[in-house]
């Protein structure tokens, strides 16, 4: 028997935990079918390219990458750059439609005006 | 000429009463004047001492920072026909004998939007103050294309068309580049008017800080190539 090397063990825990809070969320209605399927892909075929040696060296190769690692890493960096750009532009998006909010209260009930006409 | 005198407040009842009382009575060109305080979710007496004095206090129930204020100073201006508005600094720095030089080019009409710039009369400037705006002035130029000595200042005077057209949609004080956007994007017409700032303790520590310098940064990128 191949022993399993613990990095594999825990990334696969790991990315178990993260699919259940998907489906947990999914449950609630915290999220939609489209988003709980991509979350269900992403996770299930990362644990899938863990498991089977020489898939990652395809797409490393298809890359123009040496080692299938080095290739998971790389698209692992782009994709926390996109992330971190969409968290960015999502709390900008929060943040004007706050103030946008706070503004409406404020001119429709937060007016003390002044009594003298100077 | 009706103004609007727009004072951002967050946290300043040190120094609210004592700028608000002494601000010019009475104005070249000007028949009537409106003093707007914006209290921008304060939580010590800032809103007390406003209410108290015979100005329009307009409540924030949530601090929204410079630029949120000040959006809503200028949503009220729209709605509320002034031919100039100027925008005051809440901590005591600016000298309200400026005033009147920084509305003059609007009432004469030969301009719609006056900064004015506390660099062209240096005097009691901190030399790092200086530097981080400087930065600021280079920033404000490479990405919204309009030079100032004064990119950061608060004593600003808008015409009419100015109040229009422009349209806040920073919330920090990255809101202070912003405006040379829109005065560039709407094609106003701009003026520089030196000013002399009275530095404080207290002023200095409410002011500008240059570490800010790489989140205006980002936030202005933000707004130049991203903002809807």
């Known amino acids: 028997m191949i022993p399993i090397a613990p990095i594999k063990i825990i990334f696969t825990i790991f990315a178990l935990f993260a699919w259940s809070r998907a489906v947990i969320k999914f449950r609630a209605k915290l999220m939609n079918a489209k988003e709980v399927a991509f979350w269900s892909f992403l996770w299930l075929s990362l644990i899938i390219a863990i498991f089977i040696p020489g898939k990652t060296t395809l797409l490393a190769r298809l890359l123009g990458i040496e080692r299938g690692f080095d290739a998971m890493i790389f698209i692992g960096i782009i994709g926390l750059f996109y992330a971190v750009y969409r968290l960015y532009v999502k709390s900008n998006e929060a943040e004007r439609v706050m103030t946008e909010i706070v503004r409406k209260i404020a001119l429709k009930h937060g007016i003390k005006k002044a009594k003298k006409k100077r | ?228």
């Open chain 2, 1 to 228: 000429m009706k103004l609007g005198i727009l004072i951002p407040a967050y946290n300043e009842e040190k120094m609210l009463g004592k700028v608000l009382k002494t601000l010019p009575k009475k104005l070249p060109g000007i028949k009537r004047k409106e003093i707007i305080v914006i209290d921008d979710g304060s939580s010590d007496n800032t809103n007390k001492i406003a209410c108290a004095l015979d100005v329009t206090v307009i409540c924030h129930y949530l601090n929204r920072g410079l630029g949120g204020a000040l959006g809503t100073g200028f949503e009220y201006a729209k709605e509320n026909d002034f031919d100039v508005l100027l925008t005051f600094d809440a901590d005591g720095q600016h000298n309200p004998a400026d005033i009147a030089s920084v509305i003059r080019p609007i009432v004469l009409k030969k301009a719609d939007v006056v900064v004015g710039s506390r660099l062209k009369n240096k005097r009691g400037m901190p030399w790092y103050r200086r530097i981080g705006i400087f930065g600021l002035n280079l920033i404000t130029l490479a990405l919204f294309w309009v030079w100032t000595t004064d990119s950061q200042s608060g004593l600003r005077a808008f015409s009419k068309k100015a109040i229009k057209e422009i349209e806040i949609k920073s919330n920090r004080m990255e809101v202070s580049s912003e405006f040379f956007n829109e005065i560039q994007s709407h094609n106003l017409k701009f003026f520089e008017v030196p000013i002399t700032s009275i530095y404080t303790r207290y002023s200095l520590s409410k002011g500008q800080k240059n570490v800010n310098v790489f989140r205006i940064l980002s936030k202005l990128i933000y707004r130049r190539f991203f903002a809807k």
